[in-house]
């Protein structure tokens, strides 16, 4: 069964850093568009960054030069570090897997909770 799972989050203070990992099962990371959501309590989610089968990666305007979506294809796995975080960055981080004709459906990990505050 094709799964993905993040792992990573935790509680940091303001300033610091957290590395969060996205690894699927099935290879389904493996150069295709990978995309990391957060979702606030009281809040939609939101698209926090992407990075396609080309490498090519695009950033929200609040996470802009703190935040990057660097992969490992060989491990079918993407990253989200996170540098300098903000109370306002609290939140369920989930990565995703777009459908495509090929894959059929989207896939969505649990989810996991990153928590900001001093």
């Known amino acids: 069964q094709v799964q993905l799972v993040e792992s990573g989050g935790g509680l940091v203070q303001p300033g610091g850093s957290l590395r969060l990992s996205c690894v699927a099962s099935?290879?389904?990371?493996?150069?295709?568009?990978v995309k990391w959501y957060r979702q606030a309590p009281g809040k939609e989610r939101e698209l926090v960054a992407r990075?396609?089968?080309?490498?090519?990666?695009n950033y929200a305007d609040s996470v802009k030069g703190r935040f990057t979506i660097p992969r490992d294809n060989a491990n079918n796995t993407v990253f989200l570090q996170m540098n300098k975080l903000r109370p306002e960055d609290t939140a369920v981080y989930y990565c995703n897997v777009p459908r495509t004709s090929v894959l059929g459906r989207e896939y969505w990990g649990q989810g996991t909770q990153v928590t900001v505050s001093s």
């Open positions: 099935g290879g389904i990371i493996s150069f295709r568009t």
């Open positions: 990075t396609n089968s080309l490498g090519q990666r």
